[in-house]
C-alpha cells in the first residue's frame, strides 16, 4: 500500500540540458567510478539509482535487496512488450509473404518499392512503441530503491509520472541518445565514457520529479507546566 508522501511527484520539470548539467555535476568528483559502476552495471541491472547518494563500489551489488520486486516489475513490463510487438510482428512477417515476388524473374529484380516503404515503417513504428514504453518504465527501479515500494505500485507510480513529465523525458532521452551516437562515432569505446552521463542525468531527472522524503519528526508535547 503506498502512502501519500511515496505517490507525491512533480509535474513538468525535466528540462533536458539542466538535467544534463546536474548529472555532470553528481559524478566528475567520482567519474571514474561511476564508469566502472556502470560497465559493471550493464551485466547485473540498471545503475543509475545509485547515483542519488554517495557510493562506494560495492553499492552496485545491493541492487539484490530489491531482486524479488525488481523481478515482478521486469515481468509486468514485458507484458505490454508481449501485447504489442508480438502481433506486430505477426502482422509484418504475413505482409512480408505477401509483399514478396512469386515469380523467378520478379525475384530477380529486387524486393518491390511496397516492401521496403513498409519495413520503414514498421521499423519507425516499432521504435516509437518501444520509446515510449521505456519512457513510461523508466522509474519503476529507482521508486523500488529510493521509496520502497513494490513492483506493481513502482510500475504504476512510473507511468503516471512520466506521462506528466512526458516531454521533458523525452527530450533527455533523445540528448542520451545523441551523446551515445556520438560515443559510436568515437570507435565506440566512447559509448562507454557517456554512460556514466547519462545514467547520472536520468537520476538527476528523477530527483526533479520525486523529491528527497524528509523524514517527519514528531514535536516534543509540552511541558506539564503548560497545561494548567
Known sequence: MMNPNTTDFNRGVVAPVECLKEGWALIKDQYW????????????????????????????????????????????????????????????????????????????????????IGVILFVLVMMVISLAIHILFVFAYPLIVDRKLSGWDAIRLSARASMKNFGGMLGLILLNFLLGILGVFACYVGVFFVMPISFASYAAAYRRIFPDIAPSIMSPPPPPASWA
Open 33 to 116: 567510478l561511476f564508469l566502472g559502476i556502470s560497465v559493471v552495471g550493464m551485466l547485473i541491472g540498471s545503475a543509475f539509482a545509485i547515483v542519488l547518494k554517495p557510493v562506494e563500489f560495492g553499492d552496485l551489488f545491493k541492487g539484490f535487496d530489491y531482486f524479488v520486486q525488481g523481478l515482478v516489475a521486469a515481468a509486468i513490463q514485458t507484458v505490454p512488450i508481449f501485447i504489442v510487438l508480438v502481433p506486430a510482428f505477426a502482422m509484418f512477417f504475413a505482409f512480408t509473404i505477401a509483399s514478396m515476388p512469386h515469380d523467378r524473374y520478379a525475384r530477380d529484380q529486387g524486393p518491390p518499392p511496397g516492401f521496403i
